[in-house]
């Protein structure tokens, strides 16, 4: 581990590293636990997370920051649930990973503007907290840090088509939970 | 380029998620309460934080280079010691790897697969100190415990293999059970010159064996780099992969092979 303090660039880095470890890494454990029930693997992917971050910092405000904070979170959920699919007997291949669904977004009309304009957003956050975690994830880089394709990618350990052909997916699936929501309001 | 409308609310759910997550969290005291990191992580963070916190002489960067330079001259050391031992000390010598691999015994890999264990199917146990045991999967052995110990290997054949430590092993699939295709058998040895991997197979059809890696220290070795295996019926094959074996923190060594693609996790674990 002391080997992460050499990944970063600037003695103020690796003071924020080292403040943000202190500062999470017993919440990181938690939630990491919570989708892993072990304890030993959930240290396992809390240090895979602080490697990740070492490569992100530059999307780290501070040790305190709502926003840091849920970059941390969601980083380890992401570490976790890769420990989690590298234990399956049958690792998850998502028919979404296939670049053609790349194409087929290109030429799909997206109505998901209008369906979310006039929906509050406890009632998106209970949409979104029902999708596939692969699916929740691409969103939160994309969306809630607004990280680059290529960013994203890189941390999901994607494609940038692939990660595209993943957010279009995301989208016509919240669109459909969102028009089940509507329907039972009617 | 401005947000789109689904954009913006799907930010804004997002934070009305993570937010009410984060408030269904128990108090960081409880949390830290519940679960102590290991020792070892501890020490490894605590030493990268003092590390940081250490003042450096304005325009000085910590002095990695010079840590590095003084853990090769260590590990040189060692290395010319240890290799000086080998020469001086003939018995001392690895033996060849011809030599250790045990001949493939139907009666020891049948007791196996009918879940008996017999001094025939282990020699891990009967001979601690003789080294090396075997790994035997078949779907007969119902479950990975039956599979655990050296299928056909005789002490007397053990005694040839390099001690480089006592090693009992089994073959699991990820659900924890020993199920490969009626007639395969999968045996594993780690020996001085790396994890040594048998095929036997009698299923009446070619199969195909690729060496994945060692379990948890990835990258696993690129698509064109992976060693493998093809074994037609009736015969059987071995697989040598050079690999320095770290054990993982609970002793135990993993590493991860396909056969006709599926994965299994390859355990061995030292004897007790």
Known sequence: MITLLMLLDSEEERALFTALYERYRHFLWYIANGILHDESLAEDAVQEAFLTLTRHMDQVEGADSTRTRNFCAAITRTRALDILRSRSRHPQVSLDDNPEVYEEAQQAPDVLDEVLERLDGARIADALAALPDHYREVFTYRYLFEMSEKETAEILGLSEKNVNARLFRARKKLQEALRDVREEER | ?272
């Open chain 2, 1 to 272: 380029m401005g947000k789109t409308v689904s954009e913006k609310k799907i930010q804004n759910g997002l934070q009305v998620l993570f937010d009410r997550e984060w408030r269904e969290l128990p108090p960081e005291g409880v949390i830290a309460q519940e679960h102590t990191f290991s020792d070892a992580f501890l020490a490894s963070m605590r030493q990268m934080s003092r590390a940081a916190e250490t003042p450096q002489p304005a325009g000085k960067r910590i002095p990695w280079k010079r840590y590095v330079s003084r853990f090769a001259a260590a590990a040189a050391v060692v290395l010319v010691v240890g290799l000086g031992a080998r020469i001086l000390l003939p018995g001392m010598a690895p033996k060849s790897m011809d030599n250790a691999v045990p001949a493939y015994s139907e009666a020891g890999a049948q007791e196996v697969r009918s879940g008996e264990m017999t001094e025939n199917a282990y020699s891990g146990g009967a001979e601690p100190h003789r080294g090396t045991a075997a790994g035997v999967l078949s779907q007969e052995a119902g479950n990975a415990s039956a599979g655990t110990g050296a299928a056909g290997v005789t002490p007397a054949e053990a005694e040839t293999v390099p001690a480089v430590g006592d090693k009992t092993a089994a073959v699991r699939d990820y659900a924890g059970e020993s199920a490969v295709a009626d007639g395969l058998t999968v045996r594993v040895r780690l020996t001085g010159a790396g994890l040594q991997l048998t095929v036997i197979n009698q299923t009446g059809k070619a199969v195909t064996a690729v060496y994945e890696g060692l379990a948890g220290n990835l990258p696993a070795p690129a698509p064109g780099e992976r060693p493998e295996l093809t074994v037609e019926s009736g015969t059987e094959s071995t697989l040598v992969v050079e690999e320095t074996m770290p054990a993982n923190d609970a002793g135990v060594y993993e590493a991860v092979v396909q056969i006709d693609g599926t994965e299994y996790r390859v355990e061995l674990t030292p004897a007790s």
